[in-house]
């Protein structure tokens, strides 16, 4: 039950022993916690010619998020993507773990871990990346700032390009009435948001719902996304809950986001523009927008659509 892929035995599912994946997270007691100078030219702290996969690896297979970085600068000067003179506060590509617990971000880097995003990223470089840092996943080139999916029904559609390597990532989000929601993504596909994140929206909208005298009858969930929001509010005892995003790959990704999490009734699924849906009146509508995005058309309709509105 998780997103077909190459690596499919990395991705979370609900049936996981989750503690176990978060302990191997955390490092043992033989790892160094190695701090590397941001700033200062790398070629100028460390010779290059000693980083190798093994270099500063503990016995228990990690290495410091430093000397793993610092791997992935050196292969980067090697290949000319980055200059001599590259530091890793300056030049490093974005590093996103392929599984997130809460706010736990590891800082002693597992194998085949680690998926990394850079606009200057090439297929040689990608392929070095993959083949040398052990810790690496999933190569993807694109800008980290850069909106990723699809806008409005006005916009294209715009993806990261996976150039070597798997790019699902796991998330796992606490909830403060116990439950545990698991979403697993193609990273090249959708927005960047860590499990920390999306854990805050989950906090805003369960205590709104706690302050307010809402009937749990029917949730719209208006920008869902991988359904985050709206599998919380199933969850949460809303008898049926609509999802709908304009994003085709949104859609799919949630589908098995609904499978993993073992939601299998109590919803609809829509693929349209929100001002475009033709659905009943409701009792809450949760707008989740992407960010500066002018949602004021999209507020109107919500009200029109539901007694309560809540933008998260």
Known sequence: MSIKCACRKNCVTIEDNLDEK????????????????????????????????DYKRCECGKRPIDIVMSHILKIMIEEET???????????????????????????????TLILIHPDFNSQTAERLINEVPEVKGVLKGNPSSTIGQLNKDSKIENYELLAGCDIQSNVMR??????????????????????????????????????????GT??????????LGIYLHKYGFEKVIFN??????????????????????????????EDLNLKHGDLCVIDP???????????KAEKLADNVIII
């Not at 190695?34 to 200062?40: H, M, P």
């Not at 001599?84 to 880097?109: C, E, H, M």
């Not at 992407?290 to 109107?300: L, Q, T, V, W």
């Open 22 to 53: 978060v302990k191997k997270l955390r490092e043992c007691e033989n790892c160094l916690d190695i701090t590397i100078k941001k700033f200062s030219p790398l070629s100028e702290i460390i010779d290059l010619n000693d980083i190798d996969s």
């Open 82 to 112: 980055v200059g001599k003179k590259a530091t890793l506060r300056r030049n490093s590509p974005v590093p996103l773990s392929d599984f997130y617990y809460g706010d736990l971000n590891p800082q002693f880097i597992n194998k085949n």
């Open 175 to 216: 909830t403060i009435n116990g439950d545990k929601i698991i979403i697993n993504k193609k990273q090249s596909q959708h927005h960047i948001e860590v499990a920390a994140t999306s854990e805050r929206k989950l906090v805003k909208l369960h205590n709104y719902l706690e302050n307010n005298d809402i009937k749990k």
């Open 219 to 228: 949730a719209v969930d208006a920008m869902c996304g991988c359904g985050i």
């Open 245 to 274: 995003d304009i994003y085709p790959e949104a859609i799919e990704n949630l589908k098995e986001n609904l499978k993993t999490n073992e939601i299998t009734e109590g919803y609809e699924i829509y693929n349209e523009a929100f």
């Open 290 to 300: 992407y960010p500066n995005e002018n949602i004021d058309e999209i507020i109107k």
